[in-house]
């Protein structure tokens, strides 16, 4: 992984057909998708359940790309060696998710991942500011973890456009997770993002076998965007 502040587009595969998971990950890379990002959820952490380290081993081989595993676990650091064998470049974990995130974070890059840290709509970007050093990634929730199809916070806005500020020329990405579209896309773009994660906004109508769909989807995003 190289660093730059290209615009990416992430589609979630919680949003896609869950009996084909190789397939859609093939399709949307296909279909124009730059990362594939992956929402891990325990059931305790967040109000859902999803799936572990043995679901993004096996769709390791079907992604040529970035594989972005966001980990809504509680706790994380027992974990992290597992998503790393399984092939994860980037892991995500949430700064809410346990007392001790700097030593989380280096741990993950002991793993040989790139580390990224989460923050929920409620958590402020102070808790980010003596953790620059340690992070590659800083993800922002514009919804509340735990379900997709959610409705975009508006005040997150705000929030980006002071953690780009903050972050400087620090080789840092800035990821959007939660209600991105068409409408939201550029708003968040203008306030300093450049990895949009999108769900529903992809995958919706299309399937592996109408993949144009997604395409479709993927071109509509990235030209709101600019």
Not at 9 to 35: M, Y
Not at 95 to 104: F, L, Q
Not at 175 to 187: V, Y
Request: aromatic content about 6%; some cysteine.
């Amino acid at each position: 992984m190289t660093f730059d502040r290209s615009l990416k587009i992430a589609p979630s595969i919680l949003s896609a057909d869950f009996a084909a998971f190789g397939a859609e990950c093939r399709a949307v890379e296909a279909q124009g998708a730059d990362w594939i990002h992956v929402d891990v959820m325990d059931g305790h952490f967040v109000p859902n359940l999803t799936f572990g380290p043995q679901t993004c081993a096996a769709l390791r081989p079907h992604i040529k790309g970035v594989m972005d595993v966001h980990l809504m676990i509680a706790p994380v650091d027992p974990y992290i060696d597992a998503f790393a064998a399984a092939g994860a470049d980037i892991i995500t974990a949430h700064v809410e998710a346990g007392p001790h995130i700097h030593r989380t974070l280096q741990a993950i890059r002991a793993a040989g991942c790139k580390a990224g840290l989460a923050l929920n709509p409620g958590t402020g970007i102070d808790a980010v500011e003596y953790l620059l050093d340690s992070v590659d990634l800083v993800c922002v929730m514009t919804v509340n973890p735990g379900f997709g199809g959610q409705k975009f916070i508006h005040s997150q806005i705000d929030k980006v456009a002071a953690l780009r500020r903050m972050i400087g020329d620090r080789p840092i990405h800035i990821e959007i997770d939660g209600g991105i579209t068409p409408e939201t896309a550029p708003l968040m773009r203008r306030a300093g993002a450049d990895v949009l994660v999108a769900g529903s906004a992809v995958f919706k109508g299309g399937s592996v076998e109408n993949a144009g769909v997604y395409g479709n989807n993927i071109r509509a995003i990235r030209a709101a965007a600019g």
